[in-house]
């Protein structure tokens, strides 16, 4: 993501982010990719508000501006295991940040930030799912942000098979414990703009408190 940082600028398109993305985790080791054959879904500007299905995505020719947001949702597989990583990425007078100055896409890196913060502090491995989709939900409403995930979920479990993950939504009473490794990534934009802020991590428990990976 580092080398990703560097290779962001204006005129660079989806396809040149994702193309470089899979040409780094090949160089790293990385050979398979479990969401979809994916390696990194990458989503430009006004297209970081999309939430869409692997099935379906595609890369652009969109362009990064001068001022502008992208988000980079990897998804490398090494043997069994996966990993689960995504950023946003702030463009700022033409020089791509991993944390950005200006107001507006600051408030997104800001709750972005605060919600991965809560989540260490109030999980436990006996609330359900449900019990945390609805604490977060309230606390991005809250700030007059909404849910983009076109499930509304915020997270799932990390599994063998992808048709196996268990997700952070309404309606599961399923402890956490029993995920055992889970991420959360809440996709998030303020009501009324034009831009969807990533940030993910994939967490676990050791006895009572929740650790990142």
């Known amino acids: 993501m580092t080398e990703l940082l560097e290779f962001v600028r204006p005129g660079v398109t989806e396809k ?32 970081t508000i999309l ?12 362009a990064v501006q001068e001022d502008d947001l992208v988000t980079i949702d990897l998804s490398p597989m090494d043997g069994i295991y996966w990993g689960d990583y995504a950023r946003s990425i702030y463009v700022e007078g033409g020089i791509a940040k991993s944390e950005p100055s200006k ?46 995930d076109f499930k509304s979920n915020l997270g799932h479990s990390i599994e063998r098979d992808m048709k ?24 998030i934009r303020q009501k009324g703009q034009n831009f969807g802020f990533k940030h993910e991590n994939i967490y676990y428990f050791v006895e009572n408190a929740l650790h990142l990976l």
């Open 51 to 62: 939430s869409v299905s692997g099935r379906e995505y595609m890369p652009t020719d969109m």
């Open 16 to 47: 040149d982010i994702a193309a470089k993305a899979k040409a780094l985790l090949q160089q790293k080791g990385i050979k398979k990719f479990w969401y979809y054959d994916i390696a990194a879904l990458v989503l430009v500007g006004p297209r």
């Open 164 to 187: 196996q993950r268990r997700y952070i939504e309404e309606g599961n009473e399923s402890i956490l414990k029993d995920f055992g490794l889970f991420t959360f990534e809440p996709h």
């Open 103 to 148: 107001a507006g896409l600051r408030n997104g890196f800001n709750l972005e930030s605060s919600l991965h913060n809560h989540l260490v502090h109030i999980a436990h491995p006996d609330m359900t799912a449900h019990e945390l989709w609805v604490g977060m939900n309230g606390l991005i409403e809250s700030y007059a942000f909404e849910n983009l």
